[in-house]
């Protein structure tokens, strides 16, 4: 068992099927103030369920669009006056930040990297006419700094990613670039070796941290200046991951 960032992550502890997992919960026992952070996060989960995901969701983005905590230790700090975040479905996608198209425009997903993300989902989704229907679409920031500030960025608003995907319980996030895949924790592989691959929380956790398990597909970051994309062998492995989603798709639609 591992305590992380003060937040409980149950991972990489058991490998095995359900029976494994049954063994292992069986003999577990939790106490202290790790039971109670628990107890709290299961109890808060219960009195969010009586309420939908998008009532919950108005108040995590409007406490978002309140906060100023970064303001005081970042310069240039670029908050969107509001940001755009489509639908609380079955898929979320997750990336870093916000750009400066996003900060002007308030609408997730807004800029070039957007567009290409866009093209992407297209040769996924049921419906290539409407490639945003049913996706949730945030990041592990919801403001924009120069680059080195990134982790304090991070580490002030990972509380709003936790609750975000507390609400949506998506079946499928799709992690885009190497900070959204890090900061999701679901494996111990490298960011390298993981990305266009498909993982499933429920194979390397025995609970998450959002009282739900899901599916996490690693996309690279859809950016222009990621030179990852310039590489033949690595859009033959993206085309096929296009294959993948399309499947889990189909499966949770
Ligand atoms: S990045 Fe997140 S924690 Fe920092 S000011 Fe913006 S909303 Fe608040």
């Known amino acids: 068992m591992e305590v992380n960032r003060g937040r409980v992550v149950l991972g990489r502890v058991v490998r095995g099927g359900p029976l494994a997992h049954a063994h ?13 952070s628990i107890r709290r996060r299961a109890s808060k989960s219960m009195a969010d369920a009586a309420i939908s ?3 919950v969701l108005k108040v995590i983005h409007q406490e ?12 240039g700090l670029l908050k969107p006056a509001s940001m755009k975040r489509g639908e609380a479905g079955k898929v979320m996608i997750v990336g870093k930040g916000p750009g400066r198209t996003e900060v002007q425009e308030g609408k997730a997903f ?9 093209q992407w989902l297209s040769r996924c989704v049921p419906n290539p006419g409407e490639v945003r229907a049913g996706i949730y679409f945030t990041s592990v920031t919801k403001c924009l700094s120069p680059d080195p500030s990134f982790p304090i960025l991070a580490k002030n608003c990972w509380k709003f990613l ?5 609400a949506v319980r998506p079946a499928l996030i799709i992690s885009l670039g190497q ?15 993981a990305v266009c691959r498909l993982y499933d929380s429920s194979e390397s956790m025995l609970f998450t941290r959002f009282g739900c398990h899901y599916k996490l597909m690693v996309w690279p970051h859809p950016s222009g200046l990621n030179r990852w994309l310039n590489e033949q062998s690595n859009m033959a492995r993206l085309e096929t991951s296009f294959e993948i989603v399309r499947s889990e798709m189909g499966v949770i639609s």
């Open 64 to 75: 978002i669009d309140e906060c100023r905590i970064c303001a005081s230790s970042v310069q």
């Open 179 to 193: 900070e959204a895949y890090e900061a999701l924790q679901v494996t111990d592989d490298s960011y390298a070796h």
């Open 162 to 166: 936790d609750r975000q995907i507390d």
């Open 110 to 118: 807004s800029g070039p990297a957007g567009k290409k993300l866009e």
């Open 24 to 36: 292992y919960l069986g003999k577990m026992r939790v106490s202290g103030q790790l039971g109670h």
């Open 53 to 55: 995901s998008g009532d």
